[in-house]
C-alpha cells in the first residue's frame, strides 16, 4: 500500500512512485483499445503487435506496483477494467473483423453473407461477457479461503490464456500468409465457422470452473531442470525466427494443456483428500 504523508495542514500527500503502476495498466489500456482501432481499419497485424504490448504492460503492473510497494484499490479495480478491454473485447472485436473480411465484410473476393456476419459479432460478443465474468469471480474469489491442492491451477482459462488461445487461428493464419506457404490452411483457419468455434469454446472455458496449470506455483525436479532449460532454449530460438508462427503453435498447444490439468488436478485433489481423511472409526 502506498504510503499517504499528511503535510501537517489537513491535505493528505501521495508519493509520485504511487502513479507509476497505474500508468503503466492505462498504457496497457491504450493498446488494448489502439488494437480495436487497427482491428477495425483492417490492419490486423499491427492489431495484433499492439495486443502484445498490452499483454506485456499486463504482466509489468502488479510486479512494479509490488517493488514499489505503491498497491491500492484503485489500482486493483483499473487492472480487472483494463484487462477486460484487453483480453475480453479487443480480441473479441479482432476475431469479428478478422473473419469476416475486414470492415468491408469480403473474404476472398466474396461478401460474407449478413446472417453470418450477425452470427459472428454473436460469438464475439458472448467471448467478451465469458472475460467479465471470469474476471469479476476472480476479483471476489480473492477474500476467499483457497484449498490447497488449488494452489498449482487456476479456475477457468485465465483472461490472457483466453486471449491468446482464441487469437491462435488468426496468427498461425497471417504467419502463413506471410511466409506465402500452405495459402490452403490459412484460408481454412480464416474461416468464420473456425472463428465462431474457437469464440463460443475459449469463452466457455474462461468462465467454466475447469482448473489450468498456473506456471506461479509450478516446480521442477532437479532432474528435469537441463531437459526444461534445453525445450526453453529451442522456445526462444524459434520466436526469434519466426516470433508469430512460433506464438500460434505455442497458442494451439495451450489448448490440448486443459484435459491433462484436469487429469493432474484429479490426482492432486485425490492424493489431498487421501491425506487429510479423518482416521477410520471401526466397530468393537
Known amino acids: 500500500m502506498a504510503d499517504i504523508i499528511d503535510d501537517g495542514q489537513g491535505e493528505q ?21 489502439t488494437s480495436i482501432s487497427l482491428s477495425s481499419e483492417g490492419r490486423f497485424l499491427p492489431a495484433l503487435w499492439a495486443l502484445l504490448v498490452a499483454c506485456i504492460c499486463d ?18 479495480e483499473l487492472d480487472s477494467l483494463a484487462d477486460f478491454v484487453n483480453f475480453g473485447v479487443a480480441p473479441a472485436m479482432f476475431m469479428y473483423f478478422w473473419m469476416t473480411g475486414g470492415p468491408m465484410h469480403v473474404l476472398d473476393g466474396e461478401a460474407v453473407p449478413l ?27 480473492l477474500e476467499q479461503p483457497t484449498l490447497p491442492y488449488w494452489k498449482h491451477f487456476f479456475t477457468g482459462v485465465p483472461a490472457p490464456g483466453g486471449c ?38 475459449v469463452g466457455t472455458l474462461m468462465a467454466s470452473r475447469l482448473p489450468t496449470i498456473s506456471l506461479k506455483a509450478l516446480r521442477i525436479p532437479r532432474r528435469m531442470l537441463l531437459p526444461v532449460m534445453a525445450g526453453l532454449l529451442l522456445m526462444v530460438a524459434l520466436m526469434v525466427s519466426n516470433f508469430w508462427m ?25 492424493a489431498y483428500e487421501k491425506a487429510n481423511l479423518p482416521p477410520c472409526q471401526t466397530g468393537a
Not at 118 to 138: K, P
Open 164 to 201: 491468446w488461445m482464441v487469437l491462435s487461428p488468426a496468427i498461425l493464419s497471417l504467419a502463413l500468409d506471410a511466409k506465402g506457404t500452405a495459402p490452403w490452411l490459412a484460408t481454412a483457419l480464416q474461416n468464420p465457422w473456425t472463428g465462431i468455434f474457437m469464440l463460443l469454446f
Open 59 to 76: 504482466g509489468m503492473d502488479g510486479r512494479i506496483a509490488r517493488l514499489l510497494n505503491a498497491s491500492s484499490k484503485l489500482g486493483a
Open 246 to 270: 512460433t506464438i500460434g503453435v505455442l497458442g494451439l498447444l495451450y489448448i490440448l494443456t486443459v484435459p491433462l490439468t484436469c487429469w493432474l488436478f484429479l490426482r492432486v485433489r485425490g
Open 13 to 33: 500527500q501521495v508519493p509520485i512512485r504511487a502513479i507509476v503502476p497505474n500508468l503503466v495498466t492505462s498504457l496497457a489500456a491504450c493498446a488494448g483499445i
Open 115 to 141: 446472417p453470418l456476419i450477425r452470427i459472428m459479432l454473436g460469438c464475439s460478443l458472448y467471448y467478451a461477457m465469458c472475460d467479465c465474468f471470469r474476471l469479476a469471480r476472480f476479483n471476489t474469489m
